[in-house]
């Protein structure tokens, strides 16, 4: 088998030129070109499986050769020879290293003739289709044999190159996802997969090239966090969002800073469940982010339903911007005193807003009625001090002494 580094000149990676033009080549001859190709890698086929041999081994009493997998099953059930059927006296299996040397050796002739004449065949229409066969058999050749490890890729750039001249979106797609999930190199699938978006036009197959888009990112690591959002922020105008796909960009972002930007993406693009939204926002630390968090949260609140959130878990989140959310907080409180007529929480709305007289006096009325005498006198006498005169307030002063002192 010759050396893989001196075939530079057969695996060159520069792009290729597939536009499809009309026939220029005879589809017969090329046909029986191919074929006489595949004539020479016949002879080292498995006689069980009728496969090309991956790891020939030989039968020492009958000179035989076979796949070792295959023909070990096979004398597991039997002592014969499966092609002369001779019975024998032994199961030892010797490596056939000639055989070997020798398929490797017409694999890489057959898959040089491959890559140098698809090129040409690529411009013509007529040959699309022999050329993603021929291809896909070629890979498929050589997918478990790290010997050929180089032309894979190159394989898979004539595969991508034929793709691109599909015009049905289904196919071109489809086919994307075929080549690419048997590939390992990120960075050479992220380049194929963005040749591909110039060809997608509706928006059921650009959302699943956003998909595709955003997973791969979040697999390569280290992607630029502007790029990133540009591409999060194209999926999310797409709608029709993957629940598991929003979780890992947000677990793949690392700082609270960067999650809340995507976290208004995702709230300004999309329809994104608004109480699923709010319960990511509760995970991240806000205190560096106050000039962003504010406005979000504003718009937020007026969009989420109350009746299924922890309201107790988002007043402790937002109480230290009670200046900035005064109103939204209120409004929590309102709905946590509905829920349980615990005067806490009627504290709590007046200490926000001392000046709504409605809320005072409901807070005065609260008092008495569960005898709360010192607190209500405390807050008649502060809310009244200025209109009582010295004797009224003398007064009042004197029957809260007396209800401290219990007389």
Same mark, same amino acid.
């Given at each position: 088998?010759?050396?893989?580094?001196?075939?530079?000149?057969?695996?060159?990676?520069?792009?290729?030129?597939?536009?499809?033009?009309?026939?220029?080549?005879?589809?017969?001859?090329?046909?029986?070109?191919?074929?006489?190709?595949?004539?020479?890698?016949?002879?080292?086929?498995?006689?069980?499986?009728?496969?090309?041999?991956?790891?020939?081994?030989?039968?020492?009493?009958?000179?035989?050769?076979?796949?070792?997998?295959?023909?070990?099953?096979?004398?597991?059930?039997?002592?014969?020879?499966?092609?002369?059927?001779?019975?024998?006296?032994?199961?030892?299996?010797?490596?056939?290293?000639?055989?070997?040397?020798?398929?490797?050796?017409?694999?890489?002739?057959?898959?040089?003739?491959?890559?140098?004449?698809?090129?040409?065949?690529?411009?013509?229409?007529?040959?699309?289709?022999?050329?993603?066969?021929?291809?896909?058999?070629?890979?498929?050749?050589?997918?478990?044999?790290?010997?050929?490890?180089?032309?894979?890729?190159?394989?898979?750039?004539?595969?991508?190159?034929?793709?691109?001249?599909?015009?049905?979106?289904?196919?071109?797609?489809?086919?994307?996802?075929?080549?690419?999930?048997?590939?390992?190199?990120?960075?050479?699938?992220?380049?194929?997969?963005?040749?591909?978006?110039?060809?997608?036009?509706?928006?059921?197959?650009?959302?699943?090239?956003?998909?595709?888009?955003?997973?791969?990112?979040?697999?390569?690591?280290?992607?630029?966090?502007?790029?990133?959002?540009?591409?999060?922020?194209?999926?999310?105008?797409?709608?029709?969002?993957?629940?598991?796909?929003?979780?890992?960009?947000?677990?793949?972002?690392?700082?609270?800073?960067?999650?809340?930007?995507?976290?208004?993406?995702?709230?300004?693009?999309?329809? %994104?469940?608004?109480? /699923? #939204?709010?319960? *990511?926002?509760? @995970?991240?630390? $806000?205190?560096? =982010?106050? !000039? &962003?968090?504010?406005?979000?949260?504003?718009?937020?609140?007026?969009?989420?339903?109350?009746?299924?959130?922890?309201?107790?878990?988002?007043?402790?989140?937002?109480?230290?911007?009670?200046?900035?959310?005064?109103?939204?907080?209120?409004?929590?409180?309102?709905?946590?005193?509905?829920?349980?007529?615990?005067?806490?929480?009627?504290?709590?709305?007046?200490?926000?807003?001392?000046?709504?007289?409605?809320?005072?006096?409901?807070?005065?009325?609260? %008092?008495?009625?569960? /005898? #709360?005498?010192? *607190?209500?006198? @405390?807050?008649? $006498?502060?809310? =009244?001090? !200025? &209109?009582?005169?010295?004797?009224?307030?003398?007064?009042?002063?004197?029957?809260?002494?007396?209800?401290?002192?219990?007389?």
């Amino acid at each position: 088998m010759s050396q893989q580094n001196n075939n530079s000149s057969s695996t060159s990676s520069s792009p290729l030129n597939t536009q499809p033009s009309s026939s220029s080549f005879n589809k017969d001859e090329v046909e029986q070109q191919i074929s006489k190709w595949k004539n020479k890698l016949k002879t080292f086929i498995c006689p069980i499986s009728q496969q090309l041999m991956t790891d020939p081994v030989m039968i020492p009493e009958t000179g035989q050769t076979y796949d070792r997998k295959l023909i070990e099953q096979w004398l597991q059930r039997q002592n014969t020879c499966p092609t002369t059927g001779i019975k024998l006296k032994s199961k030892l299996l010797t490596p056939n290293y000639f055989a070997k040397s020798a398929i490797n050796e017409n694999i890489e002739k057959f898959i040089k003739k491959v890559i140098k004449n698809i090129k040409m065949w690529c411009s013509d229409v007529n040959l699309i289709d022999i050329c993603s066969e021929l291809v896909e058999e070629s890979l498929d050749l050589i997918k478990n044999n790290v010997n050929f490890k180089i032309y894979q890729k190159e394989l898979c750039e004539l595969k991508f190159n034929i793709l691109l001249n599909e015009l049905n979106e289904d196919k071109l797609f489809d086919n994307y996802m075929k080549i690419a999930n048997d590939l390992t190199d990120l960075e050479f699938k992220l380049i194929k997969l963005k040749e591909l978006k110039n060809k997608l036009k509706s928006d059921k197959y650009l959302q699943k090239y956003y998909y595709e888009l955003l997973s791969l990112l979040i697999e390569l690591k280290n992607v630029d966090n502007n790029f990133l959002k540009e591409t999060f922020t194209k999926y999310c105008k797409l709608n029709k969002l993957n629940n598991n796909l929003i979780e890992k960009v947000l677990y793949y972002i690392k700082t609270d800073e960067v999650k809340l930007d995507f976290l208004i993406i995702l709230f300004n693009e999309s329809d %994104y469940n608004r109480n /699923n #939204l709010l319960q *990511k926002l509760l @995970n991240i630390n $806000i205190e560096k =982010n106050k !000039n &962003k968090f504010i406005p979000f949260f504003k718009k937020l609140f007026k969009e989420i339903n109350l009746n299924n959130i922890d309201l107790h878990n988002l007043v402790e989140f937002i109480k230290n911007y009670k200046n900035d959310l005064q109103n939204e907080l209120i409004i929590i409180y309102k709905e946590l005193y509905k829920k349980g007529n615990n005067i806490k929480y009627l504290e709590a709305i007046y200490d926000l807003n001392n000046k709504n007289k409605d809320i005072e006096n409901q807070l005065l009325n609260e %008092y008495l009625k569960l /005898n #709360l005498m010192d *607190k209500y006198f @405390n807050l008649f $006498i502060k809310t =009244n001090e !200025n &209109k009582l005169d010295s004797f009224n307030l003398m007064l009042l002063k004197l029957l809260q002494n007396q209800n401290n002192e219990g007389i």
